[in-house]
């Protein structure tokens, strides 16, 4: 390889937003990940996920061909389909009768023209986006607060903040590599002060100065407390509040009112007094604060009150626009951003222009050409789902995303797949839970095949290039949707030949009617408006607005204390602070809270791939309080039911008092490829947000109680099996084996036939079978092997014990299995001599938590970087750091 194969493309993953140097290598179609250097998102750092790109691009899985009900079809039969459905659908019921529902995952270019073929020519405002699940809340709030979706500031005030607020973020596993960078200013600067707020005591915790284990649903209640304890204190700006905002004392009435003793607050939420007043202090006293906040704040049925809450602190401080300050949503996906901008959400028109002003329609109708549209929002994700249940919507397109993982009442959003008269999916991935409900299957690109751009958590636009030509059949998003315009009749406004045409359009909507004669917007990158398709492909990333007074971006907004309301000043919200919607009863009286795990991705279709990804959790499982586990009867590492109203799930129980009790936290990556019942959406509640109409996933009243089936076991096969006919099943990939944890309620008359046989387990000439079988206890041990190598083990048991199984699994990447090894298969333990390196915790390079214990008490290992320099753990992505301090 040489410099010519090296191309600087964006991870993914995260809002974060690293930037990837590739080393590609066409011909084998593989690609090596190096961090970008030069990227200003990560500076050459990627976290774990982001390594392990180069084992996600196999073609092995894809979707590689459009499929019509089932059969293999070409492009200009499925096109011609799916355009004629929507035209049939239109005239029989109305635009609003169809629908697209879209991702934080698809470029700006594709999110642009699926957005203006939904509101500006079909005319209905029924575009939405799985970001809706994200951060909406984060965009209803500033646009309250600012008059725009505005983030105000930028990664650089990490090092520049006195104090960094980390608020329902464990930033140490959703935005590793800002963590990382977090971290290292803390260690450059002792003196900064790290506040994680969170019912959790989470890995982001490692460097907290303080957490402060808040009761879920009460930051409204906490912030309130913050601006009364600011005006009691003295710790106002009131220079900057008259000049710069409005509705100040309404906010502070309601805070007054709410929130006026530490006491108070400290019982609503549910935290010790003095640490409420040292945060508090902490706050009046540190002219450099910044709040970083994301899902824990935006995913309730109170979030916009939550930023907003937020937000007013930092007003009534000053602390906004400056370099260190300033509320910061850090957002999940890796284009989030960019959806905002071309308006991916159905309350949102296009460059962050909405349906609330007749102006803005009738200017973004003016731009596009377009006679027909949309005139009011379109339906929000929960309630679009509703409506394709109720039949109100009776088409819709899905576009790289999993909502029936995903949304919550996930139950449901399967039911309205199954119930809708024609359902669409463009995606990457031939199986997925969403894709098993389509009619139509349209083959999108993979990420290595992607050609656009995205825009991180702090405005910056970066490029995200192809690595790859277009596997099979795939086409890009924009191009699959521009083709399904022209044939609905729009021809004209959907003549797009590359994404760059898309782009400067894009750039000129944003810079269209936005100079100081009209209405100013955020929003301006008129800049690239006439980008050359050279320098499109050469585009560094830039931080919008990129306009005539900013040609080269710009870090931050409102440093002049300009906002972008009628008057210029920014909004306080007076926040009366709400309980969540449906509280604990005693039917279901824990609180179930979910999230993301360190190695996961959403819904899995491509973390999952990666062998070394699964290692760190590999089942779906549930975090338990000791005494909420003592109460029900719940073992570690046995298997529990969680109910609610809406569904339920199965999981391995962990014990553990960074839970707070009568909580629990479910990860919510799991899905029906991966596991029987490892769906958490099934369970959540689908209550939304008033105004930003996000869903509230953090808050969904339950019950758990044992899981006690008749047997479990587990299968580690060299070859992919098809186990789904016991009650409790995962899947696993490993290197170079497959792993299947099982668990059923019936026991077979026979182990050998049922296991064997139905799964299909072949006997070469060349096997040797080595089997135990222990009816009467209802134990069952079995080893293949097949020229020397191991084919396949089984371990069965009507009891409890099973051996761990990393040993076993180490055994798949050897060429030969040796003798003792061979003689000790069926104990499942290591021949004496032979070290079990434990559960992985260093995906980067391997590192087992056995091997990390061992050697630091053999060494007497003090540090994670003296962990490091012993067993290089923790020195790439640094994602693990948090577990081995743990461990020390
Ligand atoms: Fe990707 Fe990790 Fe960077 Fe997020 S932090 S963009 S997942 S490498």
Known sequence: MNDRNIIQTTCPYCGVGCGISALVNEQDHQVKILGDKSHPANFGKLCSKGSALGETVELKGRLLQPKLYGRDAGWAEALDLVAGSFINTIEKYGPDAVAIYGSGQLLTEDYYVANKLMKGFIGSGNMDTNSRLCMSSSVAGHKRAFGSDTVPGCYDDYEQAGMIILIGSNTAWCHPVSFQRIRAAKEANPALKIVVIDPRRTSSCDIADLHLPLA??????????????????????????????????????????????????AAQCKLDIDDLQCFYQWFASHEKVMSLYSQGVNQSSSGTDKVNAIINCHLATGRIGNPGTGPFSLTGQPNAMGGREVGGLSNQLAAHMDFSRTDDIERVAQFWGADNIASKPGLAAVELFDAIYDG??????????????SLPDADKAIQALQRCDFVVVSDCIAKTDTTALAHVLLPALGWSEKDGTVTNSERCISRQRALFHPAGDAKPDWWIISEVARRMGFEQAFHYRNASEIFREHAALSGFENNAGQRLRDFDISTLAKISQHDYDHLQPVQWPVNQAYPQGRARLFDDGQFFTASGKAQFIAIEPRPPVNLPDKNYPLILNTGRLRDQWHTMTRTAIAAKLNQHRPEPF?????????????????LAV????WGSMIARVQITDSQQQGNLFVPMHWTGQYASRGRMGALVNPVVDPVSRQPESKHTPVLIKAYRPVWQGFILSRRELTVTDSEYWVKIKGEQFYRYELAGETLPEDWRSSVRKNLGI???????????????????????????????VIFITAGNHLPERNWLTSLFVKPQIETRERMALLTGMPPLGVPDVGIIVCACFNVGEKTIRAAIKEKGLKTHQEVGICLKAGTNCGSCVPEIKALL
């Open 216 to 265: 879920i649903g009460s930051d409204t209640i906490l912030f309130n407390g913050l601006l009364f304890f600011l005006s009691q204190q003295n710790a106002l700006n009131q220079a900057y509040i008259d000049a710069h905002t409005e509705g100040f004392s309404e906010a502070l009435n309601a805070a007054t009112i709410s929130c006026n003793t530490l006491e108070q607050v």
């Open 642 to 645: 969680i109910e609610s109203q």
């Open 762 to 792: 072949i006997t070469a000439e060349n096997a040797q079978w080595q089997e135990y079988q222990d009816p009467g206890k209802g134990n069952y041990r079995a080893a293949l092997i097949v020229d020397n190598q191991l084919e396949t």
């Open 392 to 405: 109100k919507v009776k088409a819709v397109w899905i576009m790289g995303t999993n909502p029936v993982v």
């Open 622 to 638: 549930v975090e338990v309080h000791p005494i909420d586990a003592q109460r029900y009867a719940l073992l570690p590492n046995t």
